[in-house]
């Protein structure tokens, strides 16, 4: 039976795959090169240093380290920027009832992401009360789809991972998700996600009965 929700942060709780998308984008054309959406579904759920290093690949360009360091920095302080003014509008559709469910019916939530921005965006989103633990980009080695966030989460809700839902809308997640021996459901569309056990458009969708359904 389902115990737990693992949830990814960006594009699955709050609306910030925007705003990483915006300031690769910036970053690119400063280095000349134009980068689509569909560029973008490459980044998702992947470690800034490894974003930085696909952006790259892209636009041809190859850097030493510390090149490599300041271009990430300037990124990140851009995302900061843009995350410094976010508040609980930008919590996505159906996010904050269906944690809201999860609490009230005794299913504990974690959180599973990269990101080492995550602590602002819960804090400033007012999502942090939600959650039994919190795993982010500060305590882990491995990037998805390494499983290693997953992982860490169940262990420290003490769930086995068979007891484990995640949701994602990466597909280095739902991969994560899949060798941490969990299911998952995707959060996007079906040519992204069609790897996760089930693929809605957003958290609107779920429900705390549709959960149970799973557990059949
Ligand atoms: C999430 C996002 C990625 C981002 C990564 C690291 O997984 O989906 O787009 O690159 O976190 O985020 P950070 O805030 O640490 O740069
Ligand atoms: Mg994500």
Redesign the pocket.
């Known amino acids: 039976s389902v115990k737990a929700c693992l949830f990814?942060?960006?594009?699955v709780l709050v609306d910030?795959?925007k705003y990483?998308y915006l300031a690769w984008k910036r970053l690119a054309e400063e280095l000349g090169f134009a980068f689509t959406e569909q560029d973008n579904e490459r980044?998702?759920?992947?470690?800034?240093m490894a974003?930085l290093d696909i952006l790259l690949s892209i636009g041809g360009i190859s850097l030493e380290e510390a090149a490599r360091l300041e271009l990430a920095e300037r990124k990140?302080n851009w995302?900061v920027d843009m995350i410094s003014k976010m508040d609980r509008s930008e919590i996505l559709p159906g996010a904050l009832e269906f944690l809201q469910e999860c609490r009230n019916n005794g299913i504990k939530v974690a959180l599973g992401?990269?990101?080492?921005?995550?602590m602002t965006i819960l804090n400033n989103t007012g999502l942090t009360p939600y959650f039994d633990a919190i795993i982010d980009?500060t305590k882990t080695a491995a990037a998805?789809p390494d499983p290693e966030v997953f992982t860490l989460g169940a262990a420290e809700l003490g769930v086995s991972p068979e007891e484990c839902i995640v949701f994602e809308d990466?597909e280095a997640?739902i991969e994560a998700a899949a060798r941490a021996g969990m299911r998952s459901i995707g959060i996007g569309s079906e040519e992204t996600l069609g790897k996760a056990n089930l693929v809605i458009p957003s958290l609107e969708h779920m429900s705390y009965r549709r959960l149970s359904e799973l557990q059949a």
């Open positions: 990814d942060l960006d594009g910030t795959a990483h980044l998702k759920g992947v470690s800034r974003s990140n995302y992401s990269a990101s080492k921005n995550a980009g998805k990466a997640g």
